[in-house]
């Protein structure tokens, strides 16, 4: 049989539709950390400046107990959306590495 003969049992495009769709879905996984974590960050500085006032409120004699209550909650609430924002920076760190392995298997994301 000659060599002409043996056809490899895959198209040429194969891995680029592959793992072009992985380049988009990684793209939308982007996007969607990107959109959580700019919707945390407000949050994240009201809940700052509400402990801020409520420590003031406290040193200018309010009730201690409630405020003391307040702050620990606010302190709790703050702790759970820093912890979720560093997260979302390891998951943001993931997508970007794989993303920048993506040029050594698809021509199409070479410079």
Do not use: W, Y
């Amino acid at each position: 049989m000659p060599l002409t003969a043996f056809r490899f049992p895959f198209r040429e495009d194969v891995d680029e539709r592959r793992f072009g769709r992985l380049a988009r879905l990684l793209e939308l996984i982007q996007v969607e950390i990107e959109r959580e974590s700019a919707a945390l960050r407000p949050s994240v500085e009201k809940m700052t400046d509400c402990a801020a006032f409520a420590l003031a409120a406290m040193e200018n004699g309010e009730s201690p107990e409630r405020i003391s209550a307040r702050i620990d909650s606010l302190a709790r609430d703050l702790a759970l959306s820093r912890a979720r924002q560093a997260l979302l920076e390891q998951q943001l760190s993931f997508v970007d590495r794989t993303r920048a392995g993506l040029p050594g298997i698809l021509p199409s994301h070479r410079a």
